[in-house]
């Protein structure tokens, strides 16, 4: 008799202060180009790696269920939120290894985080416990990237191709608290979410 064939869990964590189209253009790419089972959104903590003040943890949770509302197989996994003190992917990881023990993870990030997975705390842990899938992102990447994916075995990466969206978070928040217009660069819930509560006002 053969095995199944492992579960394939993706992890995509983020701020998503707040979600827009580039977070679900990336989480539909990843789930049909990866073949996931499931697509686990971790909006994490407060980030030791983000200097600024995020939103509130409840608002950025209630528009992260906004945003993938519509993905296939996509849930959002409020758990980082939760931990008391800074958030780490490998300790993520290594509670969903407990979990889902046969299960493959793979952990989509974008360009930009993948330059610097290299300074997350243990990130060898990190490349061991998942494979590592970058997708492309309209920033410049420097050309010098301390970390090198294609340095990484080859079970262990598996890149998703994503045409370049720029879009990012803070042109959204710069936006909305300047009053123009967002609505092409987020999800309409979600646009409409941040208006109701006033999230992003003039300074
Ligand atoms: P900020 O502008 O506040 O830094 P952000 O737009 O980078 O936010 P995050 O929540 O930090 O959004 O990103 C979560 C993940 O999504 C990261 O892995 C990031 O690289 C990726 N990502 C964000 N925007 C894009 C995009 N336009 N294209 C591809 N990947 C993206």
Redesign the pocket.
Known sequence: MTAAPARRIGIF?????PP?R??VA?ATAAVQQLALDELRVFPTGQAWHKARDLSPAAHRLAMAELAFAGVPHTSVDGRELERAGPTYTVDTLRELRLEFPDAQFLLV??A??AESLHSWRESAEIARLATISI?A??RPVSPATPFDASKLPPGRREPVE?PP?P????EIRRRAAAGEDISQLVPASVARYIDHHHLYPPH
């Open positions: 964590g983020g701020a998503f202060d827009h580039g977070h990336l990030i974008g930009d985080q997708a992102r309209a994503l969206m879009v990012s978070s803070t």
